[in-house]
């Protein structure tokens, strides 16, 4: 059957086709994503369904940023020796009335007294201000505490809600969690948070010439990177990987495989078998078993990129993604492509990673008509250097890269250049919140 070629699609319109289909589909035919809730000591990694308004004040009470003594500033204001007002605070000594540590409540503090207190303590009724005290010189036989800086109320100490305010929105809806978020979390004492469900990917590899590790590997044959790297992938975006092994190259093999896919996953991922060979069977079995959106892009690496849609058999859909078969093009894809829609469907917003302004310490001389992302990283001097083998089969540069280097069609590059630098930090895991991908 004869192949009709269409033109290249420029990669932000791909971007807008995925957005779109991927925030039709968390709709779905109940017009709602489905969510669950989750101890939040076990958070990490999900995105919020819900808000986290916190119940409480945090700190709850003014307390104490210092080990010290505390004081009422005015106490520590004596006359000097032309008879006026001292204050610096300087040079004054009190009596230590109490003695207050993390986790208790001390009592008034009366004037002409100090307090022994320690760092988050509870500062006592009557006290202004915190010494700390290497500021200080305790006498413990005579009891007493002699001041030796000057003193300011509100000095050291922390204000009751100053980081969170009862009623506050603390975490929104559409963020997904950090270390730091789960600590706000706890912070304001919400065990328990609503999520929303983990997406789904299956993962297949597609090949009569793939080997998984640890069998003998015969004459023609390769091990199966592209499964360990999928699954990886998948996990890092904070998705459930399911794995549906290796799809010999068969046209009634591949829809057979798709079909069993599409009725356990969100989104299904294969590697391989899209290009236009007489052995790559992908494309027509998703048009077998469901539609195809666009086929081919104007990038490199990653050209032969599919998206499309699998027939359920309750009449819904799974998302369809084919990505290339060599092991470098299918990681970039994934990190341009593949990851963005798997965070709508965790949850968040549409989000793409924001590009950085750098300096190149290569060169680039041979533009190409596609959109180029080679592998990179930055060096000591904060330039960005270029693996020196760009092969879309050369796995080894995505381990010794920290980045991308957005190349636009027709671009070159010399040494003093600024370029757009993807870090793969980003890449992996963009900040929540809706972005766009700026190019230099």
């Known amino acids: 059957m004869a192949t009709a070629f269409k033109p290249l699609m420029p990669l932000d319109e791909a971007w807008s086709n995925l957005r779109a289909a991927a925030e039709q589909h968390v709709a779905g035919a109940q017009g709602q994503r489905q969510t669950e809730s989750v101890n939040s000591f076990e958070a990490l990694g999900r995105v919020l369904a819900q808000a986290v308004v916190s119940p409480v004040d945090v700190p709850p009470l003014d307390n104490s940023a210092m080990d010290g003594y505390a004081v009422r500033a005015a106490d520590l204001v004596h006359a000097g020796q032309d008879g006026q007002a001292d204050v610096d605070g300087a040079a004054v000594t009190l009596p230590q009335a109490q003695r207050i540590a993390a986790g208790q409540v001390g009592v008034a503090l009366q004037a002409g007294q100090c307090a022994r207190i320690f760092t988050g303590a509870a500062v006592p009724d009557g006290a202004d201000a915190v010494v700390m005290q290497e500021h200080t010189t305790a006498d413990a036989a005579a009891g007493t505490v002699r001041f030796n800086e000057p003193v300011k109320a509100g000095q050291n100490i922390r204000r009751r809600g100053e980081d969170i305010a009862q009623g506050q929105a603390v975490l929104q809806a559409g963020l997904r969690l950090t270390a730091a978020g789960l600590g706000v979390a706890a912070s304001v004492g919400a065990d328990e948070l609503a999520v929303y469900k983990c997406p789904r990917v299956g993962i297949l590899t597609t090949g009569n010439e793939l080997v998984m590790p640890g069998q003998p590997l015969p004459p023609g044959a390769i091990y199966n990177s592209n499964r360990h790297t999928l699954r990886g992938l998948v996990q890092a975006a904070g998705a459930q990987a399911q794995d549906l092994g290796i799809v010999p190259d068969n046209l009634e093999a591949t829809r057979a495989a798709l079909r069993q896919a599409a009725e356990t996953s969100d989104l299904v991922i294969s590697s391989g078998g899209v290009s236009v060979g007489e052995e790559d069977h992908l494309r027509n079995a998703v048009l077998a078993e469901g539609g195809l959106d666009f086929w081919a892009l104007a990038i490199k690496p990653g050209k032969p990129f599919v998206f499309g849609w699998l027939q359920r058999a309750d009449g819904s859909r799974a998302l369809y993604m084919g990505l290339p078969g ?115």
């Open 326 to 440: 060599n092991p470098v093009a299918s990681y970039v894809t994934f990190l341009l492509l593949a990851r963005p829609v798997l965070g709508v469907l965790a949850g968040e917003p549409w989000s793409l990673p924001q590009a950085l302004s750098l300096t190149a310490d290569f060169s680039w001389p041979k533009a190409d008509k596609r959109r180029e992302f080679a592998r990179a990283r930055l060096n000591a001097e904060g330039r960005v250097t270029l693996y020196p083998n760009q092969g879309s089969g050369v796995l080894t540069s995505a381990v010794w890269a920290d980045g991308l280097i957005d190349l636009l069609p027709g671009q070159t590059v010399q040494p003093g250049d600024t370029v757009a630098y993807l870090p793969l930090s980003e890449l992996l895991q963009p900040a929540s919140g809706a972005r766009q991908l700026v190019a230099g």
